[in-house]
């Protein structure tokens, strides 16, 4: 694995630097004086990303109060990336597991097996869409944005709940879509790939004269999966495992389907949109102990919200942006169980499992700018769940109940920030937010502070600290009420510093090191007699140190490497976490191979192993993806093909607590063609 990552590094690098001789660097008879006039993109003649979520405004990644990463809409098609999963591996300090089920996201070496994402605070241009029964919140196929709509996704890392509130635990993630300007028109998408997939994408967007923007898409996708699954856990001639079967071999169990559709259309102040997602799964895991090779174990998910927001600019230094939404989260499955006894033919009973959220926010923040230097957000929040229901029982005659309950519940928030310039060289950014549960815990407060300093012009330093927590949600206090007490918010402390510089136009290098701890951490338990519940009992330290250098050079080539050491362990015992990895490297190089006609985007993503919760180690793995495309071939057509793990590396990821398997293997090399036509 070792050679293979030293031969692509040794052939792809050497682009890198050749090509990288021609980036200009700033004149060193530049005086000092001369600097202060000069914005960092004047003086560098450099294009610095700006960022939306780090601060609820638009600011230089420079000024952010985070380590911030950004993957643009180029960055997607250049590499190949088919889910909002696959752009998050891309980023540096990220892992992304799967569980022939849902991805499962880890940010600096936290992930707990089987979470749903309830950590990471994920919106879509700006709309919180973590839901109100698991807090949960998908990468995959599940999540209501298509990949092919999104213009960025912004990464912040670190502690948010300053201004966010709960789940803005170990960072934020931003989807920002396409608007009517960037889609200026019509597009239809196709693509084709292995494991019987297909995927059909249509999208209109249009500017009218009347200060009126549209902009509409939809998505089909359908797979059959992988035919045959080895699971040696269930495969009887090795396994003592009761419920093992059929050589522990899965067939036609892996299949999946999803729908989504959106509509945006903005009128003067105003912006509606509205979003919907569906996916059914097919599950081959025979999860939480359900009868293995059954072909009816399966999940579905669906997503929708219609979100009104207001923006109105009183002055350039004012403005004031209002937002109301309703959301809805579903979501149901089958699990078969035999209830035959030892000899008797099979007698297969389907535990139906269902919870649904359906809930009211809204929201409203005044950011004002006082003498252009200093930067003022104040802002509230109020949050309605009307609808809580989470439902099991066995589908017989009569049906047999096991859980049926339904809560309401609300929650409110005011948060202020600010953005000080203390120095023309320093900047102090400071943030406080209160957020109230009148239905479990209370109150709690969470700061953020960051001292930002820019001893260079091309130099930027940050230090910073954060607190944020998560709270305890319906599916945690409610599920398994009988064997558990109250439950209290987890919390985290982190402190972070961060180094960025920028060498000539367009080269960059940043560092950052980090240490957390986090208390209350809430994790599944079981009694002596089996039953299972949720309790605060972990306490979590961890720290370590990302690096990231990237390149856009004159010739065309775009480059972006990093690696990432970290160590996250049990504060009581020292034992390392489960699902957390030491190393993570990330490398993406884009060359073009006949003008911007053509492009070959390589990436590849080495992982080191992870403890399981049997204490065993899966083995570290290498990913290589590759991906050619051609853009205006012809007016308006762009094709693409890309071959996914292209060296067929056998991995796998650990296990939750409800799979049998300690690791699950992931899919071998597999191909997709993809072609986009733009009238």
């Known amino acids: 694995m070792r050679a293979r990552l030293a031969v692509l590094l040794t052939v792809a690098w050497p682009l890198v630097v050749t090509h990288g001789a021609s980036a200009q660097i700033l004149p060193a008879e530049t005086q000092a004086s001369d600097l202060a006039d000069l914005s960092l993109e004047e003086l560098m003649g450099y294009r610095i990303e700006k960022v939306f979520g780090a601060s609820k405004y638009e600011q230089r990644v420079t000024r952010a109060p985070a380590s911030v990463s950004i993957v643009t809409a180029a960055d997607i098609q250049n590499y190949g990336h088919r889910t909002l999963s696959d752009v998050l591996r891309s980023m540096r300090g990220i892992f992304v597991s799967n569980d022939r089920n849902y991805d499962y996201t880890g940010v600096r070496g936290f992930l707990r097996p089987g979470d749903y994402n309830t950590r990471v605070l994920t919106l879509i241009d700006g709309h919180r869409v973590n839901d109100v029964v698991y807090d949960s919140v998908y990468f995959d196929r599940v999540n209501s944005v298509d990949i092919d709509w999104v213009e960025r996704v912004e990464l912040i890392r670190g502690p948010s709940s300053s201004i966010y509130g709960s789940s803005a635990f170990f960072g934020v993630i931003n989807i920002v879509t396409r608007n009517a300007a960037q889609m200026n028109g019509g597009e239809f998408s196709a693509e084709a790939g292995s494991f019987g997939s297909y995927t059909a994408r249509v999208g209109y967007g249009r500017q009218f004269s009347n200060n009126t923007d549209l902009v509409l898409n939809f998505s089909y996708f359908e797979s059959e999966g992988e035919e045959r699954l080895y699971f040696p856990e269930f495969d009887e001639r090795i396994s003592s495992e009761s419920l093992a079967r059929n050589h522990g071999v899965a067939e036609d169990a892996d299949g999946e389907r999803a729908m989504k559709f959106s509509a945006t259309v903005r009128h003067g102040p105003f912006t509606f949109s509205g979003y919907f997602s569906t996916r059914r799964k097919a599950v081959p895991t025979a999860s939480f102990a359900t009868y293995f090779n059954d072909g009816r174990e399966e999940a579905v998910d669906e997503i929708a919200f219609v979100d009104v927001k207001f923006e109105h600019e009183?002055?350039?230094?004012?403005?004031?942006?209002?937002?109301?939404?309703?959301?809805?989260?579903?979501?149901?499955?089958?699990?078969?169980?035999?209830?035959?006894?030892?000899?008797?033919?099979?007698?297969?009973?389907?535990?139906k499992d269902s919870a649904h959220g359906d809930w009211f926010s809204t929201e409203l923040q005044l950011t004002a700018k006082l003498r252009e230097r200093h930067t003022i957000v104040v802002g509230g929040e109020f949050r309605y769940a009307f609808r809580q229901e989470q439902v099991s029982y066995y589908d017989t005659t009569p049906p047999e109940y096991f859980l049926d309950i339904d809560h309401s519940s609300h929650t409110m928030g005011f948060y202020a920030q600010g953005e000080f310039e203390l120095h023309r060289k320093v900047l102090l950014n400071a943030g406080l937010r209160y957020d109230y549960y009148p239905n479990s815990f209370g109150g709690t407060l969470n700061p953020r502070l960051g001292l930002i300093y820019n001893p260079t012009a091309r130099t930027t330093i940050k230090a910073l600290y954060g607190q944020a927590f998560r709270a305890p949600n319906s599916y945690e206090q409610f599920y398994y009420t009988p064997f558990q007490g109250e439950l209290e918010p987890e919390r985290?402390?982190?402190?972070?510093?961060?180094?960025?510089?920028?060498?000539?136009?367009?080269?960059?290098?940043?560092?950052?090191?980090?240490?957390?701890?986090?208390?209350?951490?809430?994790?599944?338990?079981?009694?002596?007699?089996?039953?299972?519940?949720?309790?605060?009992?972990?306490?979590?330290?961890?720290?370590?140190?990302?690096?990231?250098?990237?390149?856009?050079?004159?010739?065309?080539?775009?480059?972006?490497?990093?690696?990432?050491?970290?160590?996250?362990?049990?504060?009581?015992?020292?034992?390392?976490?489960?699902?957390?990895?030491?190393?993570?490297?990330?490398?993406?190089?884009?060359?073009?191979?006949?003008?911007?006609?053509?492009?070959?985007?390589?990436?590849?993503?080495?992982?080191?192993?992870?403890?399981?919760?049997?204490?065993?180690?899966?083995?570290?793995?290498?990913?290589?993806?590759?991906?050619?495309?051609?853009?205006?071939?012809?007016?308006?057509?762009?094709?693409?093909?890309?071959?996914?793990?292209?060296?067929?590396?056998?991995?796998?990821?650990?296990?939750?607590?409800?799979?049998t398997q300690d690791t699950i293997p992931q899919p071998g090399r597999s191909l997709r063609i993809k072609a986009t036509f733009r009238f």
């Open 314 to 351: 009183f002055s350039p230094d004012l403005r004031l942006v209002a937002r109301a939404a309703v959301d809805h989260y579903g979501y149901s499955a089958d699990y078969p169980y035999d209830f035959a006894e030892p000899g008797d033919p099979t007698d297969i009973v389907i535990n």
């Open 492 to 659: 985290i402390r982190t402190a972070e510093l961060v180094v960025e510089h920028y060498f000539g136009t367009d080269f960059s290098i940043g560092l950052s090191g980090y240490r957390y701890e986090v208390d209350n951490l809430i994790n599944q338990f079981e009694t002596e007699e089996g039953d299972l519940f949720f309790d605060n009992r972990d306490k979590t330290t961890a720290h370590g140190v990302e690096v990231e250098l990237a390149g856009k050079f004159q010739s065309g080539i775009q480059a972006r490497a990093s690696f990432a050491v970290q160590r996250t362990e049990d504060a009581t015992t020292g034992d390392e976490l489960t699902s957390s990895p030491r190393q993570l490297g990330r490398f993406n190089i884009s060359a073009p191979l006949a003008g911007e006609r053509l492009r070959v985007g390589l990436e590849v993503q080495s992982h080191s192993s992870l403890v399981t919760l049997d204490g065993a180690k899966s083995g570290s793995f290498i990913l290589t993806n590759l991906t050619f495309i051609s853009r205006e071939l012809t007016p308006g057509l762009e094709l693409s093909a890309s071959v996914y793990n292209l060296f067929d590396e056998d991995y796998g990821y650990p296990g939750a607590e409800d799979h």
